[in-house]
């Protein structure tokens, strides 16, 4: 059985100001730990795991350089985060907050989204159409919240995540076009596909600040035919890149 300290640990990982001060977030299940294992840009700390997780993945087990501490079922209930723990549980070291150059590529800007879930599924959308860099408001959920690691399944070990003030980002990086997404835009089908720029997608409920929308080049809007006042924001996200990739 884990000791209390041990699980006292693992939960407090469960807060931002645990993870900033430690360096360190948690991941869940059988998928997402994978993925981050296999990945160069990840380093684990440690897993605790059911003898079933251990024997199905006892291959490439020998090549991870952390602490692997065995678990039953009621330990790894204790140290969840998910309603319904499965298998495993890891601790990972938090990635380096740095972006590729942002010349000759599409990249996202996120103006306060903060239901984890959303942010999750921008973070897994981006990394399906290849984006490499999204910059988040410091009002955005964190990136290594459980929720949003979760709804990422993985994708944050491939997409690169910083947290700034958006408009003195745009003032210091002013030869690369805004476009923000807007209810009184552009219609998405008057963009061609885009080689190179940035998507700034707004708030859940307030969509993009007005001073952001100002230093924009142009507002793309998703023509609608029914009567929702608004589209989620992870679901613009995903229908703005399908169409200027």
């Known amino acids: 059985m884990l000791g209390k300290t041990i699980v006292k640990y693992i939960q407090s990982l469960a807060h931002k100001i645990h993870r900033d001060k430690e360096g360190f977030f948690i991941a869940e299940g059988p998928k997402v730990v994978r993925e981050f294992l296999h990945s160069r840009n990840m380093k684990c700390k440690s897993i605790y795991a059911t003898t079933e997780w251990f024997a199905e993945n006892a291959g490439f087990l020998p090549k991870i350089s952390a602490d ?32 590729t150059d942002l010349k000759n590529t599409i990249s996202l800007m996120l103006d306060e989204i903060q239901d984890p879930g959303n942010m999750g599924t921008i973070i897994r959308t981006a990394d399906w159409f290849g984006i490499k ?40 990086n ?12 552009k219609p998405l089908s008057a963009f061609n596909k885009l080689k190179e720029g940035i998507i700034l997608i707004g708030n859940e409920s307030k969509g993009v600040k007005e001073n952001l929308v100002k230093l924009s080049a142009g507002q793309i809007t998703i023509p609608k035919r029914g009567e ?18």
């Not at 039953?72 to 601790?91: C, F, G, H, M």
């Not at 002013?174 to 835009?185: D, K, M, P, V």
């Open 68 to 99: 692997l501490v065995g678990i039953n079922d009621i330990d790894l209930e204790r140290i969840s985060q998910l309603q319904t723990p499965n298998k495993v549980l890891a601790v990972f070291y938090k990635k380096e907050q740095k972006l």
């Open 133 to 172: 860099n999204i910059i988040c408001s410091n009002e955005c959920a964190d990136a290594y919240n459980p929720k949003v690691v979760q709804a990422s399944m993985g994708s944050l070990s491939r997409v690169n995540i910083i947290y700034t003030g958006l408009e003195e980002f745009i003032h210091k």
């Open 174 to 185: 002013n030869g690369i076009t805004i476009y923000a997404a807007t209810l009184s835009g």
């Open 228 to 245: 929702a006042e608004s589209l989620n924001a992870a679901v613009a996200c995903g229908i703005i890149l399908s169409h200027i990739i």
